[in-house]
């Protein structure tokens, strides 16, 4: 049984920044599997994000590109996503995913950019 837990989402006023924390946790190659944050808007369907390859190379989405950073920490089985010079719109449920077979996926943390 693989699980993944995000954490770090909360308020957070326009230009701030949050770190997000996705554990992962069972019986998976945690090092050699890419990561990817996804994100959705109320109203919007998921999107992605970023990701990252079990040696670290990354990928961003246009619209998070130069402001967010995703990492990793394979000794602990954790991914990160900090989020920089937040905007309203980056307002979402947060979610991180592994794949491995099949897909999973956290039940995400809530980040509300708002003044």
């Known amino acids: 049984q693989v699980q993944l837990v995000e954490s770090g989402g909360g308020l957070v006023q326009p230009g701030g920044s949050l770190r997000l924390s996705c554990a992962v946790s069972?019986?998976?190659?945690?090092?050699?599997?890419?990561m990817g944050w996804y994100r959705q808007a109320p109203g919007k369907q998921r999107e992605w994000v970023a990701d990252?390859?079990?040696?670290?190379?990354?990928n961003y989405a246009d619209s998070v590109k130069g402001r967010f950073t995703v990492s990793r920490d394979n000794a602990k089985k954790t991914v990160y996503l900090q989020m920089n010079s937040l905007k309203p719109e980056d307002t979402a449920v947060y979610y991180c995913?592994?794949?491995?077979?099949?897909?999973?996926w956290g039940k995400g943390t809530l980040v509300t950019v708002s003044s």
């Open positions: 995913k592994i794949s491995s077979g099949t897909d999973y």
């Open positions: 069972g019986n998976i190659f945690f090092s050699i599997k890419p």
């Open positions: 990252i390859t079990g040696v670290g190379n990354t």
